[in-house]
């Protein structure tokens, strides 16, 4: 052993080792991060999911994946314990909708203010503003990490009564809503009577007509085909925008390396841009597609529209002391033009 060559050799051999190891390690530290959504990639939301796993996987050679598992199955279909769930750490990571998480962040009810960010250039002012920074601070504060947006759509409005152009028409119906007390409190300004449940329990309490109505995207009502359970009429009044946040449980986010994490929101900020103009670019083909299918569609005129922002002034009295003055107010000089 005192040989030269043999040394080499036995030095050699130690290298290819240590090495062999580290591979073996290093696909051991091989880490998948579980990322819940309410809706599967046969909607943009889901799709917006995917496109975040894909571009992980690609730009961290594998070294870090991302797996999907929709249609809230990791809260048993409530959608409301989302963001509880990603906080504690049961899920990693999650592409979840403001309205779902705003039961645990108050702020996020910002978006569901109805009537208050009347077009899409006014979210993009307000989630690419101060405001947005706020609410990323938010939910910051209460131990997930937001990394991107992502866009759900604007939330119209189907019922299986009749056309729906003015507050009274609204009156007595049965309207499914999502998570937040907001949406009770808009509904019930409306005169209507609104019945809060998850996404799972909608169609089914749609297709038995135990409610009459309901409000989603167009993307949802095209995909779900919420015209086949007798939702006949629907109404473009856009009075909410549904924003997606991309997000990750902050003890995962601190295990993770600095390149990682840059891969994380990089790949995430890709992936919401492009879901958010997908999303859009499709609403008139999937409106187009909505009324071919015999939907009647209803538009509501100036009078109209002010007649539905009166009827719900009171949701901002209650709710704007809740969501916080500052980010309110942040939120309207965000949307004033320059
Ligand atoms: O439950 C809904 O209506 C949905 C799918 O749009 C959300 O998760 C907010």
């Not at 809230?72 to 409301?80: P, R």
């Not at 949802?220 to 007798?230: E, N, S, T, Y």
């Not at 009044?237 to 994380?264: G, H, K």
Request: proline share 5%.
């Amino acid at each position: 052993s005192s040989c030269p060559a043999r040394r080499v050799a036995a030095a050699l051999a130690g290298v290819l080792l240590v090495s062999a190891s580290l591979a073996i390690s290093s696909s051991v530290e091989a880490r998948e991060l579980s990322v819940s959504t309410v809706l599967s990639d046969a909607f943009p939301w889901g799709q917006a999911a995917e496109k975040w796993a894909e571009r992980v996987a690609e730009r961290s050679g594998g070294e870090l994946t991302l797996r999907v598992y929709p249609n809230s199955q990791l809260v048993s279909g409530d959608q409301t314990r989302e963001f509880s769930a990603m906080r504690s750490g049961l899920i990693d990571a999650a592409v979840g909708s403001t309205i779902n998480w705003s039961p645990q962040v108050p702020e996020l009810n910002l978006f569901s203010l109805p009537f208050f960010m009347p077009d899409v250039e006014s979210v993009d002012a307000v989630t690419g503003g101060a405001a947005g920074e706020m609410v990323f601070e938010a939910i910051a504060s209460r131990g997930v990490v937001p990394l991107a947006w992502g866009e759900n759509g604007f939330r119209q409005l189907s019922n299986s009564q009749g056309p729906i152009d003015e507050p009274a028409d609204l009156e007595g119906l049965k309207i499914r809503v999502v998570g937040s007390p907001l949406f009770q409190d808009t509904f019930t300004a409306l005169g209507a009577n609104p019945t809060q449940m998850s996404w799972a329990d909608a169609k089914p309490a749609l297709t038995t007509g135990a409610v009459d109505g309901q409000e989603n995207p167009l993307s949802v009502f095209d995909v779900a085909r919420i015209d086949q359970v007798g939702q006949e009429h629907l109404t473009l009044w856009n009075y909410m925008n549904d924003p997606l946040v991309f997000a990750v449980n902050r003890q995962v986010w601190e295990s993770l390396s600095e390149q990682e994490r840059t891969i994380l929101r990089e790949s995430a900020e890709e992936a919401g841009a492009w879901e958010i103009a997908m999303t859009r670019e499709e609403e008139p083909a999937r409106l187009a597609a909505i009324q071919e299918r015999g939907v009647t569609v209803t538009e509501l005129d100036e009078a109209q529209h002010q007649a539905f922002v009166e009827a719900t002034e009171a949701v901002h009295d209650e709710w704007v002391p809740r969501i916080g003055e500052a980010i309110v107010e942040a939120a309207r000089s965000d949307m004033q033009p320059d």
